[in-house]
């Protein structure tokens, strides 16, 4: 199975990385790809150009400890960047279905209002992780169709034929890339928030330092 995890990663930090680790090996992911988006569908600002967040991107997924790979589909693609046009272009490149995103919580308390979504929940499996001061309970106010697509137990969810959502719980470090950004320009300490080797190519490329 390969993972799926999109994001702006503006920049990428402990709180999208560390909960990857677990899930790669409980799921036994193949590899989990770091798709940046490209362009956002809902005109989200971007505080580094698309080259720098890949590059972050690709700096993480270097290392010999994880099986990360820096995705640039999106970027490839160009225009607007669609989760389900994402992942229909990795399905027809791998020639294979077996395809799961990976979103937070709060990202997926909105896919209701996705570009195709009814399609992206009918053909791809989902794991939702928890994500710090979100109420997970307010999934239940999503529609039916999302909530008979939950599955509890792990191994029934790695195992189903077609697509379920499972519920991840992990050990979420509360930061954000917009806390990561107010303190860069602040110049306050970032260490623990994210890598050195990230910290140390915002410094050599001078990103986060003016105006959000």
Request: net charge neutral; glycine share 4%; proline share 3%.
């Amino acid at each position: 199975m390969i993972g799926i995890l999109g994001g702006s990663f503006d920049p990428i930090h402990f709180g999208h990385i560390n909960p990857l680790y677990d899930l790669s090996e409980e799921f036994n992911f193949a590899e989990i790809r770091l798709i940046p988006t490209y362009i956002s569908p809902i005109d989200k600002t971007y505080y580094a150009e698309y080259k720098h967040r890949l590059n972050m991107v690709s700096i993480i997924a270097s290392s010999e400890t994880n099986n990360f790979i820096a995705d640039n589909t999106e970027n490839i693609k160009e225009g607007v960047s669609y989760t389900y046009e994402t992942i229909k272009i990795i399905k027809e490149q791998e020639k294979r279905s077996n395809i799961c995103l990976i979103l937070g919580l709060d990202v997926f308390l909105n896919i209701e209002t996705w570009y195709n979504y009814k399609d992206l929940i009918e053909e791809t499996k989902i794991i939702v992780l928890n994500r710090p001061n979100i109420d997970i309970n307010l999934i239940k106010n999503m529609s039916s169709k999302i909530q008979d697509k939950i599955i509890n137990k792990k191994n029934e969810f790695i195992n189903a034929e077609g697509s379920k959502i499972f519920l991840y719980t992990s050990s979420n470090l509360n930061v954000s890339s917009t806390q990561v950004r107010r303190l860069i320009k602040e110049e306050k300490d970032i260490s623990g928030l994210i890598p050195g080797s990230i910290a140390s190519y915002i410094r050599r490329n001078n990103l986060y330092k003016g105006k959000e």
